[in-house]
């Protein structure tokens, strides 16, 4: 769908995709999970959650803050003041990723990517033609993107880690040029023969709808649709021959109670901005 066919689509919308995004990851998130969050709609998909239907969910960002609510809209970094001046513990990086997350102790880690792949691996590192390795050699990219940050250490660590993405063709490739984040590698059981503390990508949630990884093969499938998408639009802005699960579905609106803790915690009304 382009840009302005998309924008006219929100438009008869009582919510934004973002928002629609937003709410489908919080909704994964459960009463009581060690939560880790990344900057910026991941932050949001986690403060949602705590807002909305899981209020015991023990909170923190990469940066250490732990324990906070929001004050004032949403957070512009990990140790913003919007976040840090009522936190339980303000603590740093090496605290959070480096003891909880990479020690198996966190339940559930929020990221983001510029590319993923089928099998989960995002590359938030540079755009290439071709691989950004070529036998042992890294290869500058064409353009560089922001890095990992702490995205690496929770895809490696968390019990479970939920992928942010804007649903595009050109972000969804059947191999990555660089795992910046690991997924499941090359598929099947390559985690475990690798030797990763946390389970892997449990969803990658979308603009347009939510995928799950095979149980066997670790290829993610088409499970979830949102009313304004379908599957034929998921699987055309999709760079693999997308899988569609039996039992595909379509998710359900946000409710009142969720759009408006959601837009409680997105004080400033970033996701509604076109």
């Not at 140790?79 to 009522?86: K, Q, V």
């Not at 540079?126 to 290869?139: C, K, M, N, Q, T």
């Not at 560089?144 to 250490?153: I, S, V």
């Amino acid at each position: 769908m382009s840009t302005d066919l998309a924008q006219a689509a929100d438009a008869d919308l009582p919510y934004t995709r973002q928002e629609m995004m937003a709410i489908a990851t919080g909704r994964e998130l459960h009463d009581g999970d060690l939560a880790i969050f990344g900057v910026g709609l991941s932050m949001l998909a986690g403060y949602f959650a705590q807002a909305c239907h899981a209020p015991n969910i023990r909170t923190m960002t990469e940066g250490g803050v732990y324990g906070a609510t929001p004050v004032g809209g949403l957070p512009w970094g990990i140790e913003c003041n919007r976040i840090s001046s009522n936190a339980t513990s303000f603590t740093n990086a090496l605290d959070a990723l480096g003891f909880l997350v990479a020690s198996g102790r966190c339940d559930v880690g929020i990221i983001g990517a510029a590319q993923v792949d089928k099998f989960g691996n995002v590359n938030t590192t540079g755009i290439w033609d071709g691989d950004g390795i070529i036998g042992d050699s890294y290869r500058l990219p064409k353009t560089r993107l922001t890095g990992a940050g702490g995205a690496n250490d929770i895809a490696c660590g968390a019990g479970r880690v939920i992928i942010m993405v804007t649903h595009e063709a050109k972000r969804f490739a059947d191999k990555v040029s660089y795992i910046s984040s690991p997924g499941y590698l090359d598929g099947g059981d390559a985690r475990a023969r690798h030797g990763f503390i946390g389970g892997g990508p449990s969803a990658i949630v979308t603009t347009l709808g939510i995928m799950r990884p095979d149980p066997e093969t670790k290829e993610f499938f088409l499970d979830a649709w949102y009313p304004f998408s379908s599957v034929e639009e998921i699987r055309a802005s999709t760079g693999w021959d997308l899988k569609v699960s039996p039992d595909a579905h379509v998710v359900p609106e946000p409710t009142a109670k969720e759009l408006a803790a959601l837009r409680r915690v997105d004080e400033t009304g970033m996701l509604r901005k076109k």
